[in-house]
């Protein structure tokens, strides 16, 4: 598919990654690197640590602990949780443990999950900013039938895609119709995603 005219596009760790991943094969929208995203959303931070450990961690805990971006000006720690955060509740179990690592040291945490791209509702939830510039156009979905839909991953893990997609319903929307529209609940674990999700809004 020839690329679509847009600025932002789908979420990935490091702009280098996005250049690496190129084009999105079923829209046509490129990928975006999370670094680029964090100009616009803090352009006045600049002192982001990628993929370092923190200072003054225990040993034997250090050298584990890389936090996708650090800000020491923010006192936040932002990690992009890819596929396999959801496919063992041990990955799950550790991820909380981590979580609390990190708050015990004074950092607040931001967990973003590959489905969730950053629109500027996203990113208003996320981070608690308005951006004026258009970014993320939540009109494209981030799901689909390519091995990374809720069919592959563990119960733990649509759990908690459910109770992330709760906190963003207009992405929830668009990708859920996306899977839908595939026909073939085998491979995308729609209706799995749609029975978590409703029991979680209740």
Excluded at 31 to 40: A, N, Q, S
Excluded at 114 to 128: M, R, S
Excluded at 147 to 156: D, K, N, Q, R
Excluded at 172 to 187: Q, W
């Amino acid at each position: 598919m020839d690329k679509v005219n847009e600025r932002w596009g789908f979420l990935r760790e490091t702009q280098e990654d996005a250049i690496k991943s190129g084009i999105e094969p079923d829209t046509g929208l490129c990928r975006t690197g999370l670094d680029e995203y964090l100009k616009v959303i803090f352009p006045e931070v600049n002192d982001w640590i990628h993929d370092k450990t923190i200072p003054n961690l225990p040993e034997g805990i250090k050298c584990r602990k890389r936090p996708d971006y650090r800000s020491e000006t923010l006192k936040l720690i932002i990690e992009f949780d890819g596929f396999p955060h959801f496919q063992s509740p041990l990955q799950i179990l550790k991820d909380k443990e981590t979580i609390c690592l990190y708050e015990s040291f004074g950092y607040r945490v931001v967990r973003i999950p590959f489905f969730i791209q950053l629109t500027n509702k996203a990113v208003e939830t996320l981070f608690g900013i308005k951006v004026q510039e258009p970014l993320f156009k939540v009109k494209y979905p981030s799901l689909g039938i390519n091995g990374s839909s809720p069919a592959y991953m563990c119960p733990a893990g649509i759990t908690r895609m459910a109770e992330i997609f709760s906190l963003f319903p207009e992405q929830y929307e668009v990708n859920i119709n996306h899977l839908k529209s595939f026909n073939n609940d085998y491979l995308t674990g729609a209706s799995l995603l749609e029975s978590e999700y409703e029991r979680i809004k209740k």
